[in-house]
């Protein structure tokens, strides 16, 4: 199922704008408040938008955008049709408006699409922007369904288990995990390990030792180079946390799997 996606830009308002589509906006908008402030309304309901707020408008919607003069705005968007947008949107509720948190590689997919729809039309690989397109909106799902008051943790949680997972099998500080949070490193670590079960520690062994294991299958690297490569710093430390999880040597067990 491809999906056509009409436009996908970035604006900057400074001296003001308005648009409107009282009869009904023609196609999905996703929009993205990056910096400063706008008013939108949706279906008849006034709203103020700042940093983080995703508006999500689909075909028949009521809209209107106004940035005052003397306000600023930033906002990324895209508009688009299509089937596999169509199921997405329907599969589960869609608010017209959510906060999420900003995430720098959420906004590198945005603008990957932008790039890829600069291109000439005859060098635009239409599948590739496709599929870029339906990362986003999972990412835009997911960063909505973490942030919503309902979810079952913390976000300052999901911050912390974002950024172990992202550096895991790198060297970080657990100062490191709680300035991303937002949080002393007392209170980070309290609430981590009693929101997950778990510590920070315990969390990222976790992480490294799903990669070794991956590594150990599917690659020829040594072991020693692989204990390196998840960040265990040297192999006696990968042996002993790997024997404690699985009750078999890394040797052995790589042994196992591939007979």
Known sequence: MMTNILFCG?????????????????????????????????????????????????????????????QISGDYHLVCEGDWVNEWWERNKKQNVSRIHIDEKLLSLWRQIMMEKRRPAA????????????????????????????????????????????????????????????LSISRSVHLFKSTVGKTIIEYALEIRLASAVEQMKYTSMSLEQIAEDCGFGSY?????????KYGVAPGIYRRMELE
Request: net charge neutral; with cysteine.
């Open 236 to 244: 006696p430390y990968f042996h002993r946390v790997f024997h404690k």
């Open 123 to 182: 060098n635009q690989d239409e599948e590739l922007t496709s599929y870029l397109f339906r990362a986003l909106c999972l990412f835009l799902e997911r960063a909505v369904h973490e942030t919503a008051p309902s979810f079952n943790r913390p976000y300052s949680v999901t911050r912390m288990m974002r950024y172990i997972e992202e550096h895991a099998t790198q060297a970080f500080k657990l100062d490191d995990v709680a300035q991303h949070a937002g």
């Open 10 to 70: 970035y604006s900057y308002h400074t001296n003001g704008y308005h648009s409107q589509h009282r009869s009904g906006y023609p196609s999905y908008l996703l929009r993205l408040q990056t910096e400063g402030i706008c008013e939108v309304v949706v279906k008849g309901k006034k709203m103020n938008l700042e940093k983080g707020d995703l508006l999500l408008i689909q075909p028949g919607d009521h809209y209107e955008l106004l940035v005052k003069e003397g």
